[in-house]
């Protein structure tokens, strides 16, 4: 699939997640707070929200930082934000691979959860470094391979078909972040588990967060019955003996400092 076809796929499944995203975001509340105590204690300084979806992080960081501005390249998500935040953000519409910024004019880039979702990586990894001040910060969370590994795996059991993203391995993020004109200054990795009634109620979760679009699925649309049973069967060996359903998440998080030219 071409690389801007994903990427309106990835857009429109956030932005259809607009207005049930804050109420499904426990993982994504707990890695952006898990970011704050690495932010710098200067306030005047200019801060780009990279993929801020529902601005809930980009107000706390408007509250603290003198120019704030939140970009994402889902239009619902925009308006949303626009309508929920404080005022004096600068909103954007915007793709990581190509952000409308001036080179070298963002201090600080703050990024929860979001880069997961760039393929390539290295090719948005770049575009941060371009708009980044050197001695700039890049605070951000991702995930990394082991997260969702009990529905990859009960998945496993019923095709060959993709249905969960592809994550990078924690060893290999962090060469990736090691570059001639980067390093990563912090780093962090951590399993979260979460707690699930049922597989739907995790299904439904992902989809309430606008986290349902697999790129590289090749039967597109939902499963069969047949299919969907089998997986949540199989999911059962994951279940906890209080009958939870446990999901595992892997968060990745750092801080990257740009050198000095
Ligand atoms: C899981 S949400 C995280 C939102 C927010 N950072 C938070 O912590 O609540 C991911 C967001 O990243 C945005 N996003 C994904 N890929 C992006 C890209 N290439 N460029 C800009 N935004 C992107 C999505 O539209 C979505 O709003």
């Known amino acids: 699939m071409p690389a801007y076809a994903t990427q309106v796929k990835i857009a429109r499944s956030f932005g259809a997640a607009s207005h049930s995203y804050d109420v499904s975001a426990r993982l994504q509340r707990y890695s952006g707070k898990h970011l704050m105590p690495w932010l710098p204690n200067i306030n005047d300084l200019t801060v780009l929200d990279l993929g801020s979806g529902t601005g809930f992080f980009t107000n706390i960081l408007a509250s603290q930082y003198q120019q704030v501005i939140g970009l994402d390249m889902s239009r619902l998500m ?59 910060l890049f605070i951000f969370s991702t995930l990394a391979d082991g997260t969702l590994n009990e529905l990859k795996s009960s998945w496993a059991q019923v095709d060959d ?85 446990p999901a595992t998440y892997k968060v990745f998080s750092g801080v990257l400092v740009k050198l000095e030219n």
């Open 161 to 245: 078909d993709q249905h969960v993203i592809d994550f990078k391995t924690e060893r290999e993020l962090s060469s990736l972040f090691n570059t001639s004109q980067s390093i990563l200054i912090e780093q962090n990795c951590q399993d979260i588990v979460l707690e699930y009634e049922s597989v739907l109620h995790l299904a439904h979760e992902l989809k309430g967060l606008g986290a349902n679009q697999v790129p590289k699925k090749l039967l597109k649309g939902l499963a069969g019955k047949d299919k969907w049973d089998k997986m949540t069967d199989s999911y059962k060996d994951f279940q906890e003996p209080d009958g939870i359903y």
């Open 78 to 136: 925009i308006n949303y934000a626009q309508e929920n935040r404080v005022k004096d953000i600068h909103w954007l519409l915007g793709d990581a691979f190509k952000m409308p910024l001036q080179d070298e004019s963002i201090d600080l880039v703050y990024s929860n959860l979001v880069i997961q979702w760039c393929d390539p990586l290295e090719k948005a990894l770049k575009e941060i470094l371009r708009v980044l001040k050197p001695g700039g």
